[in-house]
Nanobody
Framework: QVQLVESGGGLVQPGGSLGLSCTVS????????MGWWRQRRGRQRELVAR?????TYADDRDKRFTVSIDSARNTVSLHMVNLSPDDAAVYYC???????????????WGHGTQVTVSS
């Protein structure tokens, strides 16, 4: 089995910064990509940023959000700066993982961590 556990989150003032972290455990053949999604109240889950484990971003992103991968610790982090109330959401860790060398992969999700931006 694969488990993703997030840490961080909480309350931050507008204009402030915050970091989230996610550690994956279990067994796999290869982790292909790691990143973060979020779900704001009343909206669908949306991509924040994701990286291939080779180090490049998979998509265009808001530059206020930076993903860092520590492959040795199986950890992906999200550093967020200049936050606004519109960034308040539940943030989810996500990883695209191949359990075998078949070429097939699926996405795994953490349970989410709440980020509140308020003065």
């Amino acid at each position: 089995q694969v488990q993703l556990v997030e840490s961080g989150g909480g309350l931050v003032q507008p204009g402030g910064s915050l970091g989230l972290s996610c550690t994956v455990s279990g067994s796999w053949f290869r982790i292909n990509a790691m990143g973060w999604w979020r779900q704001r109240r009343g909206r669908q889950r949306e991509l924040v940023a994701r990286k291939y484990t080779a180090g490049t971003y998979a998509d265009d992103r808001d530059k206020r959000f930076t993903v860092s991968i520590d492959s040795a610790r199986n950890t992906v982090s999200l550093h967020m700066v200049n936050l606004s109330p519109d960034d308040a959401a539940v943030y989810y860790c996500w990883e695209d993982i191949s359990r075998t060398n078949s070429g097939y992969s699926i996405g795994y999700w953490g349970h989410g961590t709440q980020v509140t931006v308020s003065s």
